[in-house]
C-alpha cells in the first residue's frame, strides 16, 4: 500500500506561481513512477505530468509545457508540482498519484495509488 498525501493548492492571482507538495508512505519510493493529474469543474481527471523513479525522465502535457515542472526528491519521499504563471484554466483540484511499475503512463487507470486532492484556484 502507499499513501499520498498532497499540500500547496490556495487561491491566486492570474501570474502568480504555487508549488504543489505530494508526500508518500507505505512502500519504497524510489520505485514509485509518480503523476500528477488534475480536474477541473464539469471535467474528466486529466493528466499533467509524470517522472519516472529515478527523477531522469518526465512527461508534460503540451497544455502546460513550460509553465508546470514536475520533480522529485527520492530522499525525501516527496514529488512536486511547480506551477508558474497561472491561469484561469488551470483551476482544478490536483491529484498525486503512484504507479507499482517503469513507464510514463498518461492515463488514469495506469497508476495504483491516489492521494485526497488539493484545490488550485486562479482568479482572473
Known amino acids: 500500500q502507499v499513501q499520498l498525501v498532497e499540500s500547496g493548492g490556495g487561491l491566486v492571482q492570474a501570474g502568480a506561481s504555487l508549488r504543489l507538495s505530494c508526500t508518500a508512505s507505505?512502500?519504497?519510493?524510489?520505485?514509485?513512477?509518480m503523476g500528477w493529474f488534475r480536474r477541473a469543474p464539469g471535467q474528466e481527471r486529466e493528466f499533467v505530468a509524470a517522472?519516472?523513479?529515478?527523477?531522469?525522465?518526465?512527461s508534460v502535457v503540451d497544455s502546460v509545457k513550460g509553465r508546470l515542472t514536475i520533480s522529485r526528491d527520492n530522499a525525501k519521499n516527496m514529488v512536486y508540482l511547480q506551477m508558474n504563471s497561472l491561469k484561469p484554466e488551470d483551476t482544478a483540484v490536483y491529484y498525486c498519484?503512484?504507479?507499482?511499475?517503469?513507464?510514463?503512463?498518461?492515463?488514469?487507470?495506469?497508476?495504483?495509488?491516489w492521494g485526497q486532492g488539493t484545490q488550485v484556484t486562479v482568479s482572473s
Open positions: 507505505g512502500r519504497t519510493f524510489s520505485r514509485l513512477t
Open positions: 498519484a503512484a504507479r507499482v511499475g517503469d513507464g510514463l503512463v498518461r492515463i488514469v487507470t495506469g497508476y495504483n495509488y
Open positions: 517522472i519516472s523513479w529515478s527523477g531522469g525522465r518526465t
